[in-house]
């Protein structure tokens, strides 16, 4: 059973989602959390305080999440970072939609924000070295266009879910990964491939 804090936060990320952070007030939160205003005053002082310990949460489970990059340096390594960065934003949906209140009202969240960014860019360009270096990819055909294919690649992982929901499209694990790996795919060698196709290709019900 969540305790009363817990549940406070559960709640809302869900409102947060469904209406945006600047449309909900304490009153709101805690009828959602079946609490009374000076019960949630007990635990939060006010809505600020609340958006920053959501917020807060969410940094930690993303560090958690790069803190494994290494593990797996190959395509599989790749693999299993898409899946757990779609698990991330699936359960966090509430980002999609406050972007821009975020930077025009917590520029301490925002900045905190853009700095993991920062590092899963790192991530992946540390990623497509590693594998350059042993064959996996091809080499770069002009000076940046690896730097480019991460950008891009990072902006599908930020924005493939919200997109497909705009869309009224299925949001799934498979179909995420199937798009990032697109981003991809055309960058590999001879051998990227064969290792693709056996080693990734299958869960993905991919036919090459």
Not at 22 to 36: E, K, T, V, Y
Not at 86 to 99: Q, S
Not at 105 to 114: A, G, N, T, Y
Not at 163 to 191: C, D, G, I, N
Request: a neutral charge; hydrophobic letters at 40%.
């Amino acid at each position: 059973m969540l305790s009363t804090k817990a549940k406070i936060i559960e709640e809302s990320e869900r409102l947060f989602f469904e209406q945006g952070i600047a449309g909900i007030r304490l009153q709101n939160i805690a009828d959602a959390a079946g609490i009374s205003v000076g019960n949630l005053a007990y635990h939060f002082k006010n809505k600020e305080a609340i958006v920053e310990t959501v917020y807060e949460n969410l940094f930690s489970e993303l560090t958690n999440i790069l803190s494994q990059y290494m593990v797996f340096p190959d395509l599989s390594g790749f693999d299993k970072q898409f899946s757990a960065l779609y698990k991330f934003y699936d359960a966090k949906g509430f980002t999609f939609n406050n972007w821009w209140h975020i930077e025009r009202s917590f520029p301490d969240i925002q900045k905190e924000w853009l700095s993991l960014n920062n590092k899963v860019l790192l991530q992946l360009k540390k990623r497509i070295d590693y594998n350059l270096n042993n064959g996996i990819f091809k080499p770069e055909p002009y000076k940046g266009a690896y730097e480019a294919l991460c950008q891009n690649l990072l902006l599908s992982i930020n924005t493939w879910i919200p997109h497909q929901l705009l869309r009224r499209k299925p949001s799934t694990e498979y179909l995420y990964k199937k798009a990032l790996w697109a981003v991809l795919y055309p960058a590999f060698t001879q051998k990227g491939e064969e290792l693709f196709a056996v080693n990734i290709a299958p869960a993905l019900h991919l036919d090459l």
